[in-house]
């Protein structure tokens, strides 16, 4: 039998600015900061290519809040 491992290379957060938090994140890492469109934030460490697993990347999504 072969055995399998899992490796976490991406994490994904909801945040009510994922602009500002993602700003604030990618300074204290000292991390590259991407979007792919409004409401996504994505950060990555200096020169990584993606799918390198050697990293752990993380991705802030901006969360909608529900009015009542």
């Given amino acids: 039998m072969c055995g399998m ?4 290379v991406q994490v994904n957060f909801k945040a ?18 991407s979007s792919e469109g409004p409401g996504v934030t994505n950060l990555e460490p200096v020169g990584f290519a993606w ?13 909608r809040t529900r009015r009542q």
């Avoid at 491992?5 to 976490?8: A, V």
């Avoid at 009510?16 to 900061?33: I, K, M, P, Y």
């Fill in 5 to 8: 491992t899992l490796q976490l």
């Fill in 16 to 33: 009510r600015d994922d602009s500002a938090l993602g700003q604030f994140w990618a300074e204290a890492l000292g991390w590259d900061v």
């Fill in 51 to 63: 799918p390198d697993p050697s990293a752990v990347c993380i991705d802030l999504a901006a969360s």
